[in-house]
């Protein structure tokens, strides 16, 4: 079944261009937008982009050519069997879930992912009313941002800041546990615990998966220190010696803890779709919301306790 259904019976000539007149319904929204088929065409060319820059392989589907002689907008028939075709496509970009981790597919969505997440979740059991308030507070901070930002404010130049400002708490937190080499590869096992549920999720990565989204982070140019990420052993393999894998483990966990307690680059499309990712593919372990909270407490006590670590002279 389709979260998402598409619908384009309409369009509008306005200055001698088209428009179609999109309809997008899922179960507990709706959303209605008009759009050029070149926008679409920018859209389609932005999915190829990323599904290059963030590696996801996808088999996308086929965006509807231009007409070869004559120009679609002179044939009302020729309309209506582009809209047809800009419809199928649509549905199917929109229902690619690795894809709506993405703004410029967030935008053509209803408005009603965070309250279809929480209804969703609270029928399965996998919110508690204790987490449900945590969601609430998502809401409410989320409006009073609406409000901020509609509110005029000083054009002073911005520099980069390395710290946050705005009270963000910290909702993803990541500990890696234990590790495994295959093939002369480690793999990190690592589990990512949401504060807002009380599933966690375990997945596998390597020290090179990982060091790709920190990549796709420093193309965006956020106006925030991006943390620096673990260096590469110069000399030999991190594989032969236990202690440089502990070392790199380290490391790893706190960089996760760093990237992800800074509010501009948890909305930053890399880390978006990151999560995104370990949802999809990683392994739901369900824990009560007691045992959730301790695992967030001790995650944070084991952090600061690392902070606090006289700085070893690295081996990478």
Not at 34 to 58: M, P
Request: aromatic share 10%.
């Amino acid at each position: 079944m389709l979260t998402y259904t598409v619908m384009i019976d309409e369009y509008q000539t306005i200055d001698d261009k088209v428009y179609y007149q999109i309809n997008i319904n899922c179960l507990e929204g709706h959303r209605k937008i008009s759009k050029r088929y070149s926008d679409l065409k920018a859209l389609n060319d932005k999915i190829i982009e990323k599904n290059s820059n963030f590696k996801l392989h996808l088999n996308l589907p086929q965006f509807p050519g231009r007409k070869i002689f004559g120009r679609t907008k002179n044939s009302v028939a020729g309309i209506k069997q582009r809209g047809k075709e800009l419809q199928k496509y649509l549905e199917e970009v929109l229902n690619i879930k690795q894809l709506q981790s993405f703004q410029s597919i967030k935008e053509l969505l209803p408005h009603q992912q965070l309250y279809q997440e929480t209804l969703q979740l609270t029928r399965s059991g996998e919110y508690d009313k204790e987490v449900c308030w945590l969601q609430m507070d998502e809401l409410k901070r989320s409006f009073l941002e609406r409000q901020e930002n509609k509110t005029p404010k000083n054009n002073k130049s911005k520099s980069k800041s390395s710290f946050n400002t705005t009270g963000y708490v910290q909702r993803y937190h990541f500990s890696i546990d234990d590790y495994e080499i295959q093939q002369d590869v480690v793999l990190y096992t690592i589990t990512l615990t949401d504060a807002k549920k009380t599933t966690n999720y375990q997945f596998t990565s390597r020290y090179s998966d990982l060091r790709e989204y920190h990549k796709l982070l420093k193309k965006e140019n956020l106006k925030v220190v991006l943390p620096d990420y673990p260096k590469r052993k110069i000399i030999s393999q991190t594989n032969e010696n236990p202690l440089f894998i502990q070392e790199r483990l380290e490391q790893l966990q706190k960089y996760l803890n760093d990237i992800f307690a800074i509010k501009e680059l948890v909305q930053s499309e890399p880390l978006q779709y990151f999560i995104t990712r370990i949802k999809l593919e990683g392994k739901p372990i369900r824990v009560g919301p007691v045992q959730q909270k301790q695992q967030i407490c001790t995650s944070s006590v084991l952090y600061e306790s690392q902070e606090n670590l006289p700085e070893r002279k690295s081996s990478f």
